[in-house]
């Protein structure tokens, strides 16, 4: 048996954690844990990798090859992380020192237990990104490469259980297909937290599914896919997750207004390298418009372009009716014209302020009841305005990111994978809003790898 848990709780001064949960991972298999955002799957995750803030109290076994991993002192857990427990992080972004090369970022599962990394180029090769990659930062990554390549670090010395926290949320479904399938190729055993259930339902043996940090189901799916899940599935919880997935609903043609964005011939690119070329295009108010395309394609460059944050290499951008960058100096248009909703959405919060005080951010003489109503709109019901993002799942925190932009009343949202890190039940809700937003007149620009998700929010995809 290669991991056994035994009323594992886990608690926190301001809530959430996961309750009494038993769990075996047996050598050789894969085992998926699902739910809703903040229902625990991180927590349980970083619980058995004895990572958790000092804050959480934790009680119960987690037990690899006879040693109860919640007793061991610091020194002998770092022995055992990497070589017997590998890891992939759910924010790609903040794993990844920005200082520093990717290359230099792999090599660390290497250099820790002092050995030199070995063959880092061809296993970033079998996932689909080139070896000369690794010579460059992470801002020049997309988030879907750099998940590749936490993959290669966590499987650096073959482990014997390896923990992935949402390691395809910013990978297109091609490529995500590949990562997962090849991620379970090269495991001994693994235990994957994801909001994709159909894809979790394709590669695991066993679906687990966590409810309000309680383990509410246990389901034999076999790779059998969602089919075998939703004929099985006995919760309501379980069930509510199936029937969120998502589907194509017929819409009426948007009533449009003037045009809120516009490029002319742009071409886009990072020091001389072009990514996007020539491209003439234009978004009206009113107007849902999706950018699609598989990671490295270009669909993060273009919305920063699109949002006036990022300077064409030629051509011209337009907001509000003005070039944007007809002089050395960018010209902004008014403020709130553009909100972002960027894909790394915990770097884009003050670790140090309250949720509450991060929404009402871009509204004047805004307060609690505001950040409470727009927190409610965005499926926040419940979550303490004076929580802070350390203390927020992933996706909630992607989430008070997309409440901060409602806040700003703005034209136009442009929002990067605004849905990649919620569980379906959520990612529907987040979609709805979304897309509620565009009947007051604002426009939206949402970049996703999830075609059936982006089919339900927007009203044309430009495909890169």
């Given at each position: ?5 035994r009323?594992?709780t ?5 809530g959430?954690?996961?309750r009494?949960?038993s769990?075996?991972?047996e ?6 844990l699902?739910g ?9 995750l970083?619980?058995v ?5 000092r ?39 903040g ?11 792999v090599?660390?599962?290497?250099r820790?237990h ?28 997309s988030g ?7 993959i290669?670090?966590?499987?650096a010395h073959?482990p ?6 949402e390691?395809?949320?910013?990978l297109?479904?091609?490529?995500a ?22 894809l ?5 043996d066993?679906?687990?599914?966590l409810?309000?940090?309680?383990l509410?189901?246990e389901i ?6 969602v ?5 099985k599935a006995?919760?309501p ?10 589907r ?5 043609a ?5 045009v ?27 107007e849902?418009?999706g ?11 273009l ?15 337009w907001?509000?009716?003005k070039p944007?960058?007809?002089?050395r100096?960018?010209r902004?248009?008014?403020p ?7 894909q ?9 302020w ?6 009402v951010?871009?509204?004047p ?12 709109r ?16 992933g ?8 409440a901060?932009?409602?806040?700003g ?25 979304l ?6 007149g604002?426009a939206?620009v949402?970049?996703?790898?999830d075609e ?10 430009h495909?890169l």
């Amino acid at each position: 048996m290669s991991l056994t848990i035994r009323d594992l709780t886990v608690s926190y001064g301001s809530g959430g954690g996961v309750r009494g949960v038993s769990l075996a991972l047996e050598a050789g298999e894969t085992v998926a844990l699902v739910g809703e955002s903040g229902s625990g799957k991180s927590t349980l995750l970083r619980a058995v990798l004895g990572t958790l803030p000092r804050s959480a109290s934790v009680s119960g076994v987690v037990e690899l090859s006879g040693r109860n991993l919640v007793t061991l002192p610091e020194k002998e857990l770092r022995e055992i992380r990497g070589r017997s427990i590998g890891y992939v992080a759910q924010d790609p972004f903040g794993s990844a020192d920005p200082l520093w090369t990717v290359g230099h970022h792999v090599g660390e599962a290497w250099r820790v237990h002092g050995q030199k990394p070995a063959g880092v180029a061809r296993r970033l090769q079998t996932l689909g990104v080139a070896g000369t990659w690794l010579r460059k930062r992470p801002n020049a990554w997309s988030g879907g490469m750099l998940q590749r390549a936490d993959i290669v670090a966590a499987t650096a010395h073959s482990p014997s259980v390896v923990l992935a926290d949402e390691p395809t949320s910013a990978l297109d479904a091609d490529a995500a297909e590949a990562a997962l399938a090849t991620l379970v190729a090269q495991t001994r055993s693994l235990l994957v937290a994801s909001h994709d259930l159909a894809l979790v339902c394709r590669h695991a043996d066993r679906i687990l599914v966590l409810h309000n940090g309680e383990l509410v189901e246990e389901i034999v799916v076999a790779r059998g896919g969602v089919a075998a899940l939703s004929t099985k599935a006995r919760h309501p919880h379980t069930r509510a997750l199936v029937a969120a997935l998502p589907r194509q609903a017929a819409r009426q043609a948007p009533d449009l207004g003037g045009v809120v964005a516009r490029l002319d011939d742009v071409t886009l690119g990072y020091r001389g390298n072009p990514v996007i070329t020539g491209l003439d295009w234009e978004v009206r108010a009113g107007e849902a418009v999706g950018i699609r395309g598989p990671s490295g394609s270009g669909k993060t460059t273009l919305l920063r372009a699109v949002a006036g944050l990022l300077r064409p290499e030629r051509g011209e951008v337009w907001l509000d009716g003005k070039p944007v960058w007809a002089g050395r100096k960018p010209r902004a248009p008014r403020p709130g014209y553009v909100m972002p909703v960027f894909q790394d959405a915990g770097a884009s919060l003050d670790p140090r302020w309250p949720v509450w005080r991060t929404i009402v951010e871009p509204l004047p003489g805004g307060g609690r009841d505001d950040a409470r109503e727009l927190m409610d709109r965005v499926g926040l019901t419940g979550v303490d305005l004076d929580r802070r993002p350390g203390a927020l799942s992933g996706g909630q925190r992607q989430r008070v990111a997309i409440a901060r932009a409602l806040a700003g009343s703005p034209a136009l949202i442009v929002a990067d994978e605004p849905t990649a890190a919620l569980d379906p039940t959520v990612a529907a809700s987040v979609a709805e809003t979304l897309r509620a937003v565009t009947r007051s007149g604002c426009a939206l620009v949402v970049v996703s790898h999830d075609e059936a998700r982006l089919n339900q929010i927007v009203d044309r995809v430009h495909r890169l």
